[in-house]
């Protein structure tokens, strides 16, 4: 079972940037694809990025395609999260999670969830 935990968060201003990162433990993580997704107050859980094992595939959300970049380092077992151009709807907390499925953005193919970080963009 992996154990995930995430960090960077914090409050900016709109049309700044953050980096969040994921340090993940507890087995191979690089054989496994990484996601982030993101839950703001009363709403679902979306998807907003993912990677594959390699880093040679990434996949996002229309939302944030353009403003954010996901990568990893497997070396460091960590996946980061790259948010430009941030918007105030980019507020809510973020999670990264692990899969077997690459290419998926549907959040029942991942797992092993971290705490999470929260993110607040002001207007």
């Known amino acids: 079972q992996a154990q995930l935990v995430e960090s960077g968060g914090g409050l900016v201003q709109a049309g700044g940037s953050l980096r969040l990162s994921c340090a993940a433990s507890g087995r191979t993580f690089g054989t496994y694809a990484m996601g982030w997704f993101r839950q703001a107050p009363g709403k679902e859980r979306e998807f907003v990025a993912a990677i594959s094992w390699t880093g040679g595939n990434t996949y996002y959300a229309d939302s944030v395609k353009g403003r954010f970049t996901i990568s990893r380092d497997n070396a460091k077992n960590t996946v980061y999260l790259q948010m430009n151009s941030l918007k105030p709807e980019d507020t809510a907390v973020y999670y990264c999670?692990?899969?077997?499925?690459?290419?998926?953005?549907?959040?029942?193919?991942?797992?092993?969830w971290g705490q999470g970080t929260q993110v607040t963009v002001s207007s």
């Open positions: 999670a692990v899969s077997g499925v690459d290419g998926s953005s549907w959040y029942g193919d991942f797992g092993s």
